[in-house]
């Protein structure tokens, strides 16, 4: 038996009134798979069965399990590639060549998933500024909504498809250990992000303004009046002359005015607060 | 753009070229060897792109990137290794001997494509 319309409806309210997150009409696929995975490892028969479950009793364990099963989404080491290009060869480089009072860098990635973004970033940081890493004031943060993304990313230990994917050959042979689990990564990359678990539409709890924040491939997952609200709480998150990343296909523009994209030859999308 | 495809396994080549067009790449050159390479290469002059399996008959991949990279003519093409073997001292062993990149089998046509970003090659 499929999924029916009124048990779409309920996991689809649960979601936005947890996290916020649409989940559209034809992303019904999506719940038969992710639930029904999650009902077996909770021990139900099927999908239906934990549904009925999760109707009858107000279980704020499980309501978390559907939440994290729901909201784990793909990230790549590298992805697009001209954002980290532009990092490296332009935006790195122009920061540290500021006046300097603090000698500081801190950076977010916002939706960090299972570890990529941080990692990638950490790892061209690492090979391409080692003055930055040994004599700068650092504070690097990744965040996801996903506990067990998280789990995953502080282990860093990736598969031969996670590693195989958008990582260059060089970045993995000085990275990462090859172990029994998999490609470990090496203590002096994991060391260089902070995880903790963040709620975007929540209360964010301390965190330093930030010289660059990656907000990529995430904004798409929510209604207009919610993309509204983070980008605000982003601006305020942000330096003055701070640098905000969002995914390839994605654009503040019409949704929050006080952004301007940063003009750059290698069509990045990247944005800074207008003065 | 001139891509080189060198795998002794037919349905490697024919994947491997399919992508490649799906990518945008049109001429492409098979070999199913590193010797039979080394012949086609002397007939082309230039290629820009070889994509080199390891474990192949009369002569591997690794000894034939070792070989090509002696001739000035090609020392500067991009090479990538694409096989089976996913350990790290036979990765190292590749990027020793010259190649740009390594892809482990099995692959799809995304990781093709990531890769072919990462060493600049654009169709």
């Known amino acids: 038996m499929s999924l029916k319309a009124s048990e779409f409806e ?28 999650l009902a ?34 793909e990230t790549l080491f590298f992805r697009d590639l001209k954002p980290y290009d532009y990092l490296q060869k332009h935006l790195l480089p122009e920061l540290m060549a500021r006046p300097q009072q603090h000698y500081e860098l801190n ?3 916002a939706a960090c998933s299972t570890g990529q973004e941080p990692y990638s970033i950490a790892m061209l940081i690492h090979q391409n500024f080692p003055n930055l890493v040994r004599q700068w004031n650092y504070q690097f943060y990744a965040t996801d909504l996903s506990n067990s993304c998280l789990d995953y990313a502080r282990a860093a ?19 990462f250990a090859q172990t029994q689990e998999g490609w470990a990564l090496k203590e002096e990359i994991k060391r260089m992000f902070a995880f903790q678990q963040l709620n975007l539409i929540k209360e964010w709890g301390f965190m330093p303004k930030m010289d660059i924040i990656f907000l990529r491939n ?6 207009v009046p919610t993309k509204k609200e983070i980008l605000a709480k982003m601006r305020q998150q942000l330096k003055p002359d701070g640098y905000l990343f969002l995914g390839s296909a994605e654009t503040p523009i019409n949704l929050d005015p006080k952004f301007k994209r940063v003009d750059t030859d290698l069509n990045v999308n990247c944005y800074q607060v207008l003065p | 753009m001139k891509v080189l495809i060198i795998d002794d396994a037919i349905t490697v080549r024919i994947m491997t070229q399919a992508f490649l067009k799906e990518l945008g790449f049109s001429e492409i050159h098979i070999a199913e060897n590193g010797m039979e390479a080394l012949e086609i290469l002397g007939h082309l002059g230039r290629v820009d792109l070889i994509l080199v399996d390891w474990n192949m008959p009369l002569m591997n991949g690794l000894d034939f990137v070792k070989e090509i990279r002696k001739d000035p003519q090609f020392s500067e093409v991009k090479i990538m290794m694409m096989t089976t073997e996913n350990s790290m001292d036979k990765i190292v062993t590749a990027m020793d001997a010259g190649v740009n ?13 990531d890769k072919l970003q990462i060493m600049g090659i654009k169709q």
């Open chain 1, 157 to 175: 230990v990736y598969n031969q498809f996670e590693v195989n994917r958008g990582l260059p050959i060089p970045y993995l042979v000085r990275y």
């Open chain 1, 10 to 37: 309920f996991i689809a309210q649960l979601l936005k009134r947890e996290s916020a997150i649409v989940l559209e009409a034809g992303k019904e696929y999506l719940v038969e798979l992710r639930l029904g995975t």
């Open chain 1, 107 to 109: 950076i977010w990635s």
């Open chain 2, 101 to 113: 990149e390594y892809m482990m089998k099995p692959f799809s046509k995304d990781i093709l494509a």
């Open chain 1, 40 to 73: 077996e490892k909770e021990g139900h028969s099927s999908y239906h069965s934990l549904i009925l479950e999760l109707i009858k009793k107000k279980d704020a364990g499980l309501v978390a399990k559907v939440v994290d099963a729901m909201t784990t989404n």
């Open chain 1, 218 to 223: 995430v904004l798409i997952y929510f209604d």
